[in-house]
């Protein structure tokens, strides 16, 4: 059984530093594109980050370029995400997922719960 456990949300002031972790298991994840998907309160989902699980730079959304950073622990089987400079429009339901192919549309084939962060003015 796949599951994907997000970690890491909270309440920061704007400005400040969160890093949001994902605990992938129940399959071997070394194909895969790993994704890290939001959602503020009154929108849409929408594709913030992304990275190959087995390698490579990673894809972002221009809105965090430059603020946020996906990385993984293969070691860990965990993906993260360092969000740096965070601004209250960041304030969002964060999921991870998990998809065969590389994409910025929301068809992902996993998802994880989510969870919650909220930036402060």
């Known amino acids: 059984q796949v599951q994907l456990v997000e970690s890491g949300g909270g309440l920061v002031q704007a400005g400040g530093s969160l890093r949001l972790s994902c605990a992938a298991s129940g399959r071997t994840f070394s194909s895969f594109y790993m994704a890290w998907i939001r959602q503020a309160p009154g929108k849409e989902r929408e594709f913030v980050a992304g990275i190959m699980w087995s390698g490579g730079s990673g894809d972002y959304a221009d809105s965090v370029k430059g603020r946020f950073t996906i990385s993984r622990d293969n070691a860990m089987n965990t993906v993260l995400l360092q969000m740096n400079s965070l601004k209250p429009e960041d304030t969002a339901v964060y999921y991870c997922?998990?998809?065969?192919?590389?994409?910025?549309?929301?068809?992902?084939?996993?998802w994880g719960q989510g969870t919650q962060v909220t930036v402060s003015s």
């Open positions: 997922a998990a998809d065969r192919a590389r994409r910025f549309d929301l068809n992902y084939d996993y």
